[in-house]
């Protein structure tokens, strides 16, 4: 199975701030990786998918990049409604696996 | 506009079963995939496996091969997820998905359900 490592687990930041999550795979997946965002007590929300492509209706101050194993997801400008856990997903082979998740806290 | 609705929470004895459904609305449900994706309490997602309605097909994470089975009736636009030999550990909040297959964009999750929470104690 392919794992998926997500850095940090815990951030930190201010409403204004810019913040980046890392993913990293434990082989190559090309582009086929997912970004989700989750709120307590809430179904997941796609954000992204093939590293890049902003899902309909996100805030573009969401963007992301990477490829086979490095990938990355920036927020450019934190808002209120941004603080909740991300996770990444590769979706190159059966199993599906999702990152640890990283969890956004304001400071 | 898609939209998952599942079944409610359940209560369950340690070596039972479970049978969760995920009714869809919108889309074209015998040709998009559907994925059950399971969340422990304060731990994170765990994709367990998925099933093309059209081919009857179904896929499972091998933790979970032989304990769960992934079916549909495409009459009714319902997806079930069964879970046999319950254990405490299988206390989670489960997840349907619609499984988009995008060509060059690959596959991604675009629509989930509301989770239903399956509680197993004894």
Same mark, same amino acid.
């Given at each position: 199975d392919i794992q998926l490592t997500q850095s940090p687990s815990f951030l930190s930041a201010s409403v204004g701030d810019r913040v980046t999550i890392t993913c990293r795979a434990?082989?190559?997946?090309?582009?086929f990786l997912a970004w989700y965002q989750q709120i307590p007590g809430k179904a997941p929300k796609l954000l992204m998918y093939a590293a890049s492509t902003l899902h309909?209706?996100?805030?573009?101050?969401f963007s992301g990049s990477g490829s086979e194993t490095e990938f990355s997801l920036t927020i450019s400008s934190l808002q209120p409604e941004d603080f909740a856990t991300y996770y990444c997903q590769q979706?190159?082979?059966?199993? $599906?696996t999702f990152g640890q998740g990283t969890k956004l806290e304001i400071k | 506009q898609v939209q998952l609705v599942q079944s409610g929470n359940e209560v369950k004895k340690p070596g039972s079963s479970v049978k969760i459904s995920c009714k869809a609305s919108g889309g074209t449900f015998s040709r998009d995939s559907i994925s059950w994706v399971r969340q422990a309490p304060g731990q994170g997602l765990e994709w367990m496996g998925g099933i093309i309605p059209i081919f009857g097909t179904s896929s499972y994470a091998q933790k979970f091969q032989g304990r769960v089975t992934i079916t549909t009736d495409e009459s009714m636009k319902t997806a079930y997820l069964e879970v046999t030999s319950l254990r405490s550990d299988d206390t989670a909040v489960y997840y349907c998905a619609r499984v988009v297959s995008?060509? $060059?964009f690959g596959k991604y999750f675009d629509y989930w359900g509301q989770g239903t929470k399956v509680t197993v104690s004894s």
């Open positions: 434990s082989q190559g997946i090309s582009r309909s209706g996100v805030p573009s101050r979706l190159n082979s059966d199993p $599906y | 995008g060509g $060059y």
